[in-house]
């Protein structure tokens, strides 16, 4: 090959190359799930976390807000196979595909906020990264939910004989249905999405959840009787595919996972407000709002929810016994 054939040569998988590049980038747009409506405490994260990637790595991606690409346990397993490359998951329905994470499904198990974000920011909260990312899903920052509290259309919940005969909406997962059926009430899980309907033709009685929830929902306006039990607190994680995080040079992963930390400080910071404005907004809108003065009941009735969490897996135990041992 003379010198000109060689640098055509050359000059030809060069501008192939780029053009595969340019290509491969332009199809790359990441894909993200969220159940949250866009000005949501996780939204905001989310679209923080798409454009501080962008900026650090060039890597396009985009958050479709509203649940608009299904529900969570359908796009746990889209992430898992790579179809979605990101979302952000409650725990609470992670429990049937990573056992591990049904720790903090566990009624009661965080004493409060403070204590959740000592826990999951530290080697504990690595330790269930591991046991997601066995199952395909990449833990990148964990974000804030607060705390949930029961509410329905019927009357205050004071105490656990007030639960007998309502029926509450859960998450799917069969913790949170052990749980209401140890206070005397009945559960149905349910997609998020289909909450308010079901509050409002009456198939259901109630449901549970944190002040920006029922307010971004309008529950509130169907279900106008909050009880603050707190008795979930339950982290959220925001996981990549391993499938497109395996794509990914080492750069790139040190890069996506600093974007993914510096979201979960807005999260949170943006989380504590809308707490305060969510819980203005219900009272506003006329709901009935109490206090429970002694939860004590309450959490003794969970210790079968624990027996039979710990009877299925039992690692479980030494999880509880971890969590329990952070001040
Ligand atoms: C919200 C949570 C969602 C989802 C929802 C639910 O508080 O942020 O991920 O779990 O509750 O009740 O399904």
Not at 98 to 112: C, D, E, Q, R, Y
Not at 125 to 136: P, Q, T, W
Not at 184 to 207: C, H, R
């Amino acid at each position: 090959m003379n010198k000109f054939n060689f640098l055509k040569s050359v000059t030809t998988i060069v501008v192939a190359t780029t053009a595969l590049l340019a290509i491969s980038s332009a199809q790359a747009e990441l894909k993200g799930w969220n159940i949250h409506v866009p000005d949501y405490p996780v939204s905001v994260g989310m679209d923080k976390f798409t454009s501080l990637m962008e900026a650090s790595t060039g890597i396009k991606a985009k958050t479709f807000h509203n649940g608009v690409l299904g529900s969570q346990p359908d796009a746990i397993k889209q992430v898992q196979l790579g179809g979605l490359d990101f979302a952000v998951f409650s725990l609470g329905p992670m429990g049937p595909i990573v056992p591990a994470t049904n720790v903090v499904s566990l009624p009661f198990i965080f004493k409060n906020m403070d204590h959740m974000h000592r826990v999951m920011d530290g080697s504990f909260g690595d330790k269930l990264s591991a046991a997601m990312e066995e199952k395909g899903l990449v833990g990148l920052a964990w974000y804030d939910s607060g705390a949930r509290s029961f509410y329905n259309s019927k009357k205050p919940i004071t105490e656990v004989a007030d639960m007998k005969g309502l029926k509450f909406r859960v998450m799917g997962n069969p913790i949170f249905v052990e749980m209401v059926e140890a206070l005397g009430g009945n559960a149905t899980p349910m997609a998020f999405s289909e909450v308010f309907q079901s509050l409002k033709t009456g198939v259901i009685d109630g449901a549970e959840n944190n002040w920006p929830s029922y307010e971004s929902t309008s529950h509130f306006e169907v279900a106008g009787f909050y009880s603050l039990s707190q008795h979930l607190i339950i982290p959220e994680c925001l996981c990549m595919s391993k499938i497109t995080w395996d794509k990914l040079s080492d750069d790139e992963k040190v890069a996506v996972k600093a974007a993914a930390r510096e979201s979960s400080v807005l999260q949170r910071e943006e989380w504590a407000k809308r707490a305060l404005k969510s819980r203005k907004i219900v009272e506003a809108g006329g709901i009935k709002f109490n206090e429970i003065a002694d939860k004590s009941a309450f959490q003794d009735a969970m210790s079968v929810v624990y027996e039979k969490a710990v009877a299925k897996s039992p690692f479980l135990q030494e999880y509880i016994d971890a969590i329990q041992s952070v001040d």
